[in-house]
């Protein structure tokens, strides 16, 4: 008889879990659940604004880009400060992101979607899953940041001239930034989705999760595979889905304010730049909801599925009632 495979048969029921949850649509559940998405991921790619290169000339003591009176070392200060400013909002982001991820499956699991019943109940183990998260990212830089020394090193023995090396070294690293971020994202993958409800049907740590986990992988690790490989196939095909409605809604909703825009710019030819800025602002309090809206459904669905596969690797670990 041929092994039933979870990572396939667990798709009908995720689905079925998602639609009666989320239909009829009730907005108490959707916004909660959009909270939920906007912390634990919902799909939502900000663009690259940091492509400008910047060279000797851009900079000059006494001024910058041509307003006198700002030197150099201001300026470093300042982005100094902004710097340090976004990596505290970026860690304690991803604090809150940590312990949403428990959140998350209790509210899944006991049926009841409030945020603020079990926010600070998780908080303990949220530390633990963020602690996790920042060693294996510094984890990740490490290995490259070391293996990038090694082929300095080499370089300086001579064995390699330096119009060599240049390339070599990217020719090397490339292929080993893509492993290690596949590794990690592989980690984080079975961390979110196995792990984390591990530790709260155990009530244990990070790392007793991991072992216990690490246990159900080399009993059924064809299993695994397969749940790996048909998760990224889905979300690779949801990622799709999910940008392309964001593009669409972020046009349609565009429409009104670029008309607005229009008429304003008709009756007034002063001020573009503040005409645009006052018609950003609002225009990005409608979509980023809007977006986190759509993303729902996504993650709702795959976290049933995580939580489905899991049931069905060890029965001890179901959370989901039914």
Not at 131 to 146: D, G, K, S, Y
Request: glycine share 10%.
């Amino acid at each position: 008889m041929t092994e039933e495979m979870f990572a396939f048969s667990r798709l009908e029921n995720a689905f079925h879990r998602t639609k009666d949850l989320l239909w009829p649509v009730k907005w108490g559940i959707w916004l909660r659940l959009a909270v939920i998405a906007l912390f634990v991921g919902g799909g939502i790619s900000v663009p690259n604004t940091f492509q400008y290169q910047f060279d000797g000339s851009d900079l000059t003591v006494g001024s910058i880009s041509g307003i006198p009176g700002i030197s150099g070392m201001a300026l470093a200060t300042v982005l100094v400060g902004i710097i340090a400013i976004l990596l505290a909002i970026g860690i304690v982001w991803m604090f809150i992101g940590t312990t949403m991820q428990f959140v998350f499956v209790d509210m899944l699991s006991t049926g009841d979607i409030h945020i603020r019943r079990y926010f600070g109940k998780r908080l303990g183990k949220g530390v633990r899953l963020f602690l996790f998260e920042v060693a294996l990212i510094v984890a990740m830089l490490l290995a490259v940041i070391a293996f990038g020394f090694m082929l300095i090193g080499y370089a300086r023995t001579g064995a390699a001239t330096p119009l060599m090396f240049t390339p070599l070294m990217f020719i090397v690293l490339i292929p080993l930034i893509l492993v290690a971020a596949i590794l990690f994202g592989l980690a984080l993958l079975l961390t979110t989705d196995f792990v984390v409800p591990i530790m709260i049907r155990e009530d244990c740590g990070i790392i007793a999760g991991w072992r216990r986990l690490i246990g159900v992988i080399t009993s059924q690790i064809w299993q695994i595979v397969v749940y790996v490989v048909t998760r990224f196939v889905l979300g690779l095909v949801a990622a799709i889905v999910q940008t392309i409605l964001v593009i669409i809604a972020m046009v349609v909703i565009a429409i009104p304010f670029a008309l607005i825009g229009l008429a304003l710019l008709a009756i007034s030819q002063g001020a573009n730049i503040s005409l645009l800025l006052g018609l950003l602002i609002p225009y990005l309090i409608i979509t980023i909801p809007v977006a986190l809206l759509i993303a729902v459904p996504f993650i709702t669905f795959f976290r049933y599925y995580a939580l489905l596969v899991l049931e069905g690797l060890k029965p001890e670990y179901q959370l989901l009632p039914g």
